[in-house]
Nanobody, 122 residues
């Protein structure tokens, strides 16, 4: 059974930093795609960032470009999201997702985590 478990969320002041981690178990995703999404209260889930297997190319939403960095450690089957210069509008539940292939739509993932809350105070 595949599981994705996020950690690292919490409460931080605006301008601060947090590092989220998502550990996968049950299968490896070294050659696949792992991504981060978020959902704020009353809003739809939105794409944040993704990282591809192989050369590890990355894609970011415009709203986080230059502030967030996605990375992965294939040996640990873990993807990270380093979040700097956090803003109140970054407040949301953050979810990781994984699929065992590079290709696919922006929201087309086979596995999703349960989410971790990030709250940024002003």
């Amino acid at each position: 059974q595949v599981q994705l478990v996020e950690s690292g969320g919490g409460l931080v002041q605006a301008g601060g930093s947090l590092r989220l981690a998502c550990e996968a178990s049950g299968r490896t995703f070294g050659t696949g795609t792992m991504g981060w999404f978020r959902q704020a209260p009353g809003k739809e889930r939105e794409f944040v960032a993704r990282i591809f297997g192989g050369v590890g190319g990355t894609v970011y939403a415009d709203s986080v470009k230059g502030r967030f960095t996605i990375s992965r450690d294939n040996a640990k089957n873990t993807v990270y999201l380093q979040m700097n210069s956090l803003k109140p509008e970054d407040t949301a539940v953050y979810y990781c997702a994984a699929r065992p292939r590079v290709g696919g739509g922006l929201y087309e993932y086979d596995y999703w985590g349960q989410g971790t809350q990030v709250t940024v105070s002003s």
